[in-house]
Every structure is written in C-alpha cells, then in structure tokens.
C-alpha cells in the first residue's frame, strides 16, 4: 500500500482512500515508505501534521536487521551516526536503541527472505527526527542493513493490537 491519496506514479499498489472513507483534505503525517508498514497518522490540519513531524514526539521502530546486531553497533546508533540527505552528509541526532527478542507481527505478504540467508535480529529505534529512509540509512551506516521496519509508536500513541489497513479516531494532539 502507498501511504498516501494520490498516486501521481501510477503504481499497482492500494492507496490509504481504498481503506476507508476519510474526509476530504486528508493527509497522511510522516508517511511511510512502500516497503515500510506500521502507525501512520492521518489528519486534515496542516499545523497538526507539522507539529506532529517536529522533534517534539519520539517515534519508535522495531527493525528487523541482516544480521546479529550487536552492543557497539546499538551504540552508534544512540549517539548518532552520519547518513547521506539531500546529496550531503548528515550525523543523526542522539536517540534510543536496543535490541529486542523477536517481536509477534503477522508474516508479511510479501517475504523478505528466508534463513538459508543468515541469521537476522530485532532493533528499537527511537527518534525524534523523521529525514528520507531515516532508520534504513542509519542501520546500513553501522553495517546491518534493514530487512523489515514497522513503526509502532508516535509519542504516546501505540499500534498495539490495531489490525492491518485498521483505523482508529484518536483527538490526543488537538
């Protein structure tokens, strides 16, 4: 599914208007790319959507990682770590990470790969910038590359249990 209304590229993807009959003007507040999935806000308040995308919110990742991620890579990851945006360098802010055990997430419709490739592991990534395939730059930068990424929270909101394509009416950031 794309994370938007509009599908100016005319992919063969479902767009977020396909899921349920939003009001007009509805935007879609840090959206994720395709090959991303998880906790999308959606909203019809252009100055909800930037306060929302502002370093003011953490928002939490579970990524999963080629690899077995370990303690000095975590590290590098809390302290910040230099990407490319925008054709420069960049060095993320500080953050939170962690390893976590294998979290309990419906098999995606789309497999990523199997285990005759190697082992694989789990991240919390916890930031509270937003700049283009953020996460995915940041785990390739200390040298486990992201297999799957799922954002679960946006400050105080969490997925939870919410269903895949599920929507939930929330009035906390107004």
Avoid: C
């Amino acid at each position: 599914m794309i994370s938007q209304f509009v599908n100016p590229a005319k992919r063969k993807k479902k767009l977020l208007g396909e899921l349920y009959d939003f009001p007009i003007k509805t935007m879609a507040i840090g959206r994720l790319d395709v090959a991303s999935e998880g906790l999308l806000f959606l909203t019809t308040d252009g100055k909800v959507s930037e306060e929302i995308r502002s370093s003011k919110y953490e928002k939490e990742y579970y990524v999963q990682v080629d690899g077995l991620i370990n303690q000095e890579a975590i590290e590098k990851l809390k302290t910040g770590v230099e990407i490319g945006f925008d054709g420069k360098k960049y060095m993320t802010k500080p953050g939170k990470a962690s390893i976590i055990k294998n979290p309990k997430f419906p098999l995606r419709s789309q497999k990523i790969r199997d285990a005759r490739h190697g082992p694989t592991s789990w991240v919390a990534i916890i930031i509270r910038e937003g700049k283009f395939r953020q996460v995915r730059k940041m785990t390739a930068a200390v040298g486990f590359p992201t297999l799957r990424l799922i954002r679960v929270r946006i400050d105080k909101i969490k997925l939870d249990d919410l269903a895949v394509g599920g929507v939930l009416e929330v009035d906390y950031f107004i």
